[in-house]
């Protein structure tokens, strides 16, 4: 089988260059180290939310610079006429060149995995196979981006160009280098047009949280498909030869090969928003590196638990549900008392009805809100926090302060899941709220759900300042 | 090898034309090879052989024309043609850390059909170097490893571009050898070449080409002897004489001086010596030195085109 031969020579080739060896396994160890020493400071729920940039760079970086270069300059050297001669066509070179980088990226990512169980005693919450298939799909999908850059580049200066500018872009806007929840709202909007974000995210959200890998479905989707298409588009534009060019028009065709991520970049902004999942994730580092606190400062910088409440009439007493009856929907929602709650706890609360938007809405909207008051000592408090699970519907939280002239707190989106999560509210005045005037008044806690009409479920439990 | 009938037409090139632009590379040539002949296409650079060879290896497609190799059509039956071809590029390039048999293996692999990669390490006298990286090898030992790889499918026709461009006298004498022993296996062989001298030696037959057109076809003897130029006389003479008065000798069809070496075509060369002797004496002249020299195909080819062949 050709492919599978030269994909064993190329590989035979690798080990043969000290420099090729250094990049492929040796430099890969430095990031790790880096991003583990820097950044997590050693701590293993850290360097597990690191681990996943640190494959995805040095996934993004074999197929840019090592995949992508090879292929020009194979044809810029000429030694791809020799294989022209031959009975083999341009599919057998293309499919050797992935397979070779695909099987030297494993046993990268087994190093990497291996120094970080034994140095940093990273926790791996994930299986083999699951891990297995994230690093597939993410080589694949990059391969496509490494074979596209290199069938359109007409020259080895021009596949440089190329490579930079998409190399850089993903590097600092797509959680690989800096998480996107440190960056600014509009960044992690263009992130989301970015394949990298994706699979940083299934990453962290894997190997931090134990995500199934169902609930990143569609990200592996755009993934896997935009490298079909990477694999195509390289397979239609495939030169044998260096005097042969591209035309403008060609290269602009393969301009389709981003749409699998446009479609999805849309999606998300406008249907998903994974902002929460991200925030999510990146709280691990908070955790982590804040100091564990007593049960006592637990119990003050508690919101509501919903242990004490007897029965779930009582739960109306401090919470009111809203509809979309102003704008003529039809949503009907009712809260009740869920036995057991988050994490063992005793009970939490069920926000549960149906969603009817009125005649000129698209979406139906229902929410519930309670009034709380900030600790008497709010100092070194951060935000808010609480543990939510429910159908894949887009919730928002914000909570509104007791003056109606200061500025609101910007609410976040989440998309709960099945199992139980913890989303954070970050809110900066809560460091000092009585030089805002804000420590007196009760805040409005307001918790909602909107969407295209049907049933809906969400369940809160553990609601506290962080 | 599969065998086909003696003399039967294994490439066969009709009104072929190929255009690069505005540049006619090739102007409508034809000629036929026949099996177990060794044929060359002698020309000089820019006469159009490498695009003739690449449409006959299915690299390239011609505009207009027609050509069958080994019954198959290049551009159609790609793949079935390079199960049957060997072909040696101008310049072979493999990655530098490729082993010598390391190369001859994978390409070896690639074919139904293949050759004792063993086998053709001893006849390219390259066994000494099965494990030598590509990157260390000498320029004739790269050509060998190359004329190696057009033959690791034991094909019915090896095509070979300028096998000993850019090589000293001492490889391309190894590189003649192998062509001819190639020909000792009755094995057909096109050949494209600017040398006059490889031309000669090793070709059944030759087609002279010139700006993307045929200019004449036949074996070297046939081309020669059709020449009109006739036996070359080289003469040092001890006194100058006027070009004008030596072509009033008998026999002399055309002369030239170079240096002071006088360059006659006689015809018939004996009377013409004779002429020359007596004209000499008759003019108080003495004749220092003289080399008889047969017409070459580069006479051919400058008798054709009306210039000499740019090496």
Known sequence: ?466 | MASLAANSVLVSVQNLHKHYGDVAALRGISFDILQGEVFGLLGPNGAGKTTTIEIIEGLRQPDSGSVRVCGLDPAQQSMALKERIGAQLQSTVLPDKMRVDEALHLFASFYKHSASVHLLLQQFGLADKRHTFFENLSGGQKQRLALALALVNDPELVLLDEPTVGLDPQLRREIYSLIEHFRGERRTVLLTTHYIEEAERLCDRVAIMDRGQLVALGTPRELIARSSHGTRLEVHLAKPVGLDRLKRVEGVIDCQETDGAYSLHAQPPAATMAALIRFLQSDDNALLDLHIAQPSLEDVFVEMTGRRMEH
């Not at chain 1, 498909?225 to 065709?253: H, Q, Y």
């Open chain 1, 1 to 466: 089988m050709p492919t599978l031969r030269i994909a064993l020579l190329t590989i035979r080739l690798v080990m043969r260059t000290k420099l090729a060896l250094f990049f492929t396994f040796i430099f890969p160890l430095v990031f790790l180290f880096v991003y583990a020493v820097l950044i997590a400071r050693g701590q293993p729920d850290v360097v597990a939310y690191m681990f996943g940039p640190v494959v995805t760079l040095n996934i993004m970086g074999s197929s840019f610079w090592g995949l992508g270069r090879q292929s020009v300059t194979q044809r810029e050297q000429g030694s791809l006429r020799r294989y022209r001669l031959a009975p083999i066509g341009p599919g057998a070179m293309l499919l050797s060149n992935l397979l070779a980088n695909y099987l030297l990226e494993l046993p990268t990512v087994g190093l990497l995995l291996f120094a970080a169980l034994v140095f940093f005693h990273m926790p791996m919450k994930i299986g083999w196979g699951t891990l297995l298939v994230l690093v597939t799909v993410g080589t694949f999908a990059f391969a496509g981006f490494g074979l596209t850059i290199s069938s359109v580049a007409n020259t080895m200066q021009e596949a440089q160009i190329y490579n930079n500018l998409v190399w850089f872009t993903l590097l600092f806007l797509s959680g690989v280098t800096f998480p996107l929840p440190m960056l600014p709202r509009w960044i992690q909007r263009l992130a989301m047009f970015f394949p990298s974000t994706y699979l940083v995210s299934a990453f962290q959200g894997v190997m931090a949280h134990a995500d199934p890998l169902r609930d990143h479905a569609p990200e592996m989707l755009a993934l896997v498909t935009s490298g079909v298409f990477g694999l195509l588009f390289a397979m239609k534009l495939f030169r044998w030869e260096k005097e042969e060019r591209i035309s403008t028009t060609a290269k602009l065709w393969s301009g389709v090969f981003v749409l699998p991520f446009l479609v999805m970049g849309l999606w998300m902004n406008t249907r998903v928003n994974p902002t929460a999942m991200w925030a999510r994730s990146y709280n691990v580092i908070g955790q982590a590196s804040a100091p564990s606190p007593s049960p006592e400062a637990g119990k003050a910088n508690l919101i509501e638990d919903f242990d004490g409440v007897q029965a779930s009439e009582e739960l109306l007493s401090r919470w009111r549900v809203s509809t979309d009856s102003d704008v003529s929907g039809h949503s009907m929602a009712e809260i009740s008392l869920l036995t057991p709650g988050a994490e063992g706890t005793r009970h939490a609360m069920r926000l549960q009805g149906h969603l009817t938007p009125g005649p000129k809405n698209a979406q139906g909207y229902v929410s519930a809100r309670c009034e709380i008051r900030v600790p008497a000592d709010s100092r070194g408090l951060r935000g808010f926090e609480f543990e939510v699970r429910g159908e894949p519907r887009v919730c928002q939280v914000g909570l509104q302060p007791p003056k109606a002239a200061a500025s609101s707190i910007p609410a976040i989106s989440f998309v709960p899941g099945e199992t139980w999560q913890d989303v954070r509210l970050p809110i900066a005045w809560l460091a000092n709220p009585a030089k805002n005037g804000l420590a007196d008044g009760p805040w409005v806690l307001e918790i909602s759900v909107t969407g295209p009409p049907g049933q809906f479920a969400l369940d809160l439990d553990e609601i506290r300042f962080y």
